[in-house]
């Protein structure tokens, strides 16, 4: 007969396995040091496109902002959720803009520590009963005082009639959403098409967000910049020609709703690095001065964009210039 004790301290084992006791370890971090509203809002700015996102990020910090002062002066605020939906497709910021949020937050003194915890389903879903219901408030205590990011949401619900545990990882939410509303803030995000139907999914969901923001796909000319922008960051300039071959490039990439938008500029900018660094080692590496080895030119871009299967057309000079 098998040890029952035994049995018990293996599923224990699998348990602390299937969940991660890391989880644990970051409540303890000590959260990064606070930094102004203004320098936030000025990062906020300075990032490429979203200016119907940054409109409605800063109309939520004017909102939030005249509350807190009209609770200061004894006067009743009024009563809604700060939890908020993020629409969009891949690669439109979605990420970025909620970390900034979270530190808004924490400047503005909602939130304490105003740390970002980013989960999709495989955080919160387990894979036996009752397992759901213990992942999710894991993470959900990691994410006390801060705001949690859940990716991809539209992925908790139900598909069809199969068995699933996704529910229950809503019903959690839903619970500690409510009972934690002054510690916590809760961010779902996805595709557009996607996400409505998974707020439609529970009839508690849309209620208990405030807002929906639209994040549109980046344009031509904001890839070519964000582009532009992973090449500066890294210390790299573009060449004669790069910038009306880089929209050449993104002009004719398919822009469906899988597309990456700036995963896809980030991707195009790692392979345009790799074709150069083969074209430079095929020469002398030792004697190259540092206009060359910051250099991406026009066949390091073309090569970078056939490596993800993409072929550009040749394009017409000053292109860009006047297409902006």
């Not at 909102?63 to 009024?78: H, N, S, T």
């Not at 970025?96 to 980013?118: D, H, I, K, N, P």
Request: net charge negative; glycine share 8%.
């Amino acid at each position: 007969m098998p040890n029952p004790l035994e049995s018990l301290k293996a599923l224990g084992d699998q348990l602390r396995t299937q969940i991660g006791e890391e989880l644990d370890l970051d409540v303890l971090r000590k959260p990064e040091p606070e930094r102004p509203l203004d320098e936030l809002l000025q990062e906020l700015d300075s990032l490429p496109g979203l200016e119907s996102v940054k409109e409605q990020v800063r109309t939520l910090v004017a909102f939030l902002r005249v509350q807190a002062r009209r609770k200061e002066a004894g006067l009743p605020e009024v009563a809604t959720t700060q939890h908020l939906v993020f629409l969009g497709n891949p690669g439109t910021g979605k990420t970025t803009v909620a970390r900034l949020l979270a530190q808004m937050y924490r400047s503005m003194g909602l939130l304490r520590r105003g740390q970002l915890v980013e989960v999709d389903r495989a955080g919160l879903v387990g894979q036996y009963v009752g397992l759901t219901a213990i992942k999710t408030e894991r993470v959900l205590r990691r994410a006390l005082d801060g705001v949690l990011f859940v990716d991809e949401a539209y992925a908790l619900a139900r598909d069809g009639e199969r068995l699933d545990f996704g529910d229950e990882a809503i019903e959690t939410l839903l619970k500690r959403m409510e009972d934690h509303r002054h510690r916590l803030v809760v961010i779902v995000a996805g595709y557009p098409r996607l996400m409505e139907a998974f707020l439609e999914s529970n009839p508690g969901l849309r209620s208990r967000f405030s807002r929906e923001i639209d994040f549109p796909d980046y344009s031509t000319g904001e890839l070519v910049e964000i582009f532009a922008r992973f090449a500066g960051d890294n210390e790299y300039t573009l060449g004669d020609g790069v910038r009306d071959t880089l929209a050449a490039i993104f002009e004719r990439a398919e822009r469906s709703e899988t597309f990456g938008n700036a995963r896809f500029a980030r991707t195009l900018f790692e392979q345009s690095v790799n074709a150069q660094a083969l074209r430079l080692a095929a020469g002398d590496v030792e004697t190259l001065d540092s206009d060359e080895l910051m250099c991406l030119t026009v066949a390091d871009v073309t090569a970078g964009a056939r490596a993800i299967g993409e072929e550009p057309d040749a394009p017409r000079a000053g292109w860009f210039s006047r297409r902006r």
